[in-house]
């Protein structure tokens, strides 16, 4: 029947030969009959659908009932046939199956035709955000200034560096790469400047550091505002005058390079804290590129996926089309704190588990398939009320946002004043919970004003020499217990 129809059949009465056959892709529809020689059919359904999520799966029986129908629907049959079947019914519903696979052969190519186009150096994005900074690299890199890269960890800092670098007149110079937070301070400093022979112990030859190496080219520095401030003041001299200074050698050697900078902290924040200059903290970011986080662009996570599916299945030998619907739901309710390298390293795990077509939730990290049923958004749940809801919420999106208040408040849709007023009331509750004393102590406070103010009643009758005397001593009794000024107005 299946081939007057126009398809290709393979028949089998065997249901483990079946699994096989759909586990190695050769067939994508499975006709299956409810009576199966030594299987449940809907045990069997699970099976099929655990193999490959994205199998068409067509129960038929003899004994049609609107419940077992709902029930086969319920498992993820796509139809259920009474015997005999109708070859009308059962065209139709190969027809739709063909269809939705001509469908999506279609889609796929136009998305890989639109990943091409949105791919920017290795990195893939359609959300506003991130096609600013696509736009605003461009314009950087054709200009020899320095740049400041900002954002969370994970979200492609590095990636817009090389490409900063690809784009710029120099790009035929050498690239040097330097992870401040790496290395120890002394290491650093050779690192950066180089060293000459027998500068320090161990200093057994003369090497030039990044500076040198990449001289007329581009220092990309990760993590700066890791550096230590002695370093930073090594750092803006080479800024400055364009020079360098091996460790151990008084010679001064001249140097022309293009400085790209990257931090995940707020460097304003860091120079009120004396913790980084404010003057390099200036010359660093004549151009400065936000990047966002992963949480502020989930549109580009459809994106993202089909970008890491089709490395890593280059990368392992797989031939794995996409993510199942439930897959990708869970990947968009996940908070990701680690951005897009979260993404990638999630996505090269399930392609390695994954023997299916499509990866599934089974395929996922345990995180993602058992979420704590005890924790909202990866922290743990406890009752709240709606205040404590909202100062949870608004000091989560100010972190998110890296302290920027003016975005925090777009993005929590209200004013900058009203968040402005907020965070004052939350300081102030803060510093009020903040100030020393218990129960204890506020008691015995009390009690001891009390008393004070009973021996200062008594002393009102004296006369006006001990009046004054006692009135001096009412002064300093008032400054070390404070509120016996309310008792004294009684």
Excluded at 38 to 44: E, I, K, L, P, S
Excluded at 48 to 56: A, E, N, Q, W
Excluded at 266 to 274: F, I, K, P
Excluded at 443 to 458: A, E, F, G, V
Aim: net charge positive.
């Amino acid at each position: 029947m299946i081939a007057e129809l126009g398809y290709e059949s393979l028949p089998t009465s065997d249901p483990e030969e079946a699994l096989r056959l759909v586990q190695s892709g050769a067939c994508r529809v499975v006709l299956a009959d409810v009576h199966l020689p030594g299987a449940d059919a809907y045990a069997f359904l699970d099976r099929l659908l655990r193999v490959d999520p994205g199998v068409h799966v067509i129960v038929i029986t003899k004994e049609y009932t609107l419940e077992s129908a709902l029930e086969a629907i319920r498992r993820g049959a796509i139809d259920f046939l009474p015997k005999p079947v109708d070859e009308l019914r059962l065209k139709r519903t190969l027809d739709d199956v063909a269809a939705l696979y001509d469908q999506r052969r279609r889609v796929r190519a136009l998305e890989e035709q639109l990943l091409r186009d949105l791919e920017f150096h290795g990195i893939v994005g359609k959300s506003p955000v991130m096609l600013e900074v696509f736009d605003l690299a461009r314009k950087v890199a054709r200009h020899y200034t320095n740049v400041l890269l900002v954002g969370p960890s994970g979200t492609g800092k590095e990636l817009v560096a090389h490409a900063i670098h690809q784009l710029s007149p120099v790009s035929q110079h050498r690239l040097a790469v330097c992870n401040c937070s790496a290395m120890v301070d002394s290491l650093l400093e050779t690192q950066l400047f180089g060293h000459v022979r027998g500068a320090f112990t161990g200093a057994t030859d003369t090497r030039p550091g990044l500076f040198e190496y990449a001289d007329g080219g581009t220092v990309f520095l990760d993590e700066v505002g890791e550096t230590p401030l002695a370093m930073q003041a090594k750092l803006l001299r080479v800024i400055q005058n364009r020079e360098v200074q091996r460790v151990g050698s008084p010679e001064v050697r001249h140097v022309s390079v293009r400085l790209i900078a990257a931090t995940n902290r707020d460097l304003r924040a860091e120079v009120l804290a004396g913790r980084f200059r404010e003057d390099l903290f200036y010359r660093l970011s004549s151009i400065q590129i936000r990047f966002p986080s992963l949480a502020e662009r989930l549109e580009d996570i459809p994106l993202l996926v089909q970008f890491f599916v089709k490395k890593y299945n280059q990368a392992y030998g797989k031939n794995i089309s996409g993510l199942t619907r439930r897959a990708q739901a869970v990947l968009l309710q996940h908070p990701w704190p680690g951005n897009v390298r979260e993404l990638e390293n999630v996505i090269s795990t399930a392609a390695i588990t994954s023997t299916g077509e499509f990866i599934d939730l089974a395929d996922l990290p345990e995180n993602f398939r058992h979420p704590g049923q005890g924790s909202v958004g990866g922290a743990e749940w406890r009752p709240l009320s709606l205040e404590e809801v909202s100062k949870v919420h608004i000091q989560r999106v100010l972190q998110m946002c890296m302290g920027d208040r003016l975005r925090a408040a777009q993005v929590l849709g209200i004013g900058r004043t009203s968040l402005y007023r907020y965070l004052k009331r939350d300081q102030a509750e803060i510093a009020a919970r903040a100030k020393p004393g218990t129960a204890t102590a506020e008691s015995t406070s009390k009690l001891t004003n009390s008393q004070s103010c009973r021996q200062t009643r008594l002393t009102t009758a004296k006369s006006g020499g001990a009046l004054l005397k006692n009135h001096l001593r009412v002064t300093m009794l008032c400054s070390r217990f404070p509120g016996v000024h309310r008792c004294m107005e009684i």
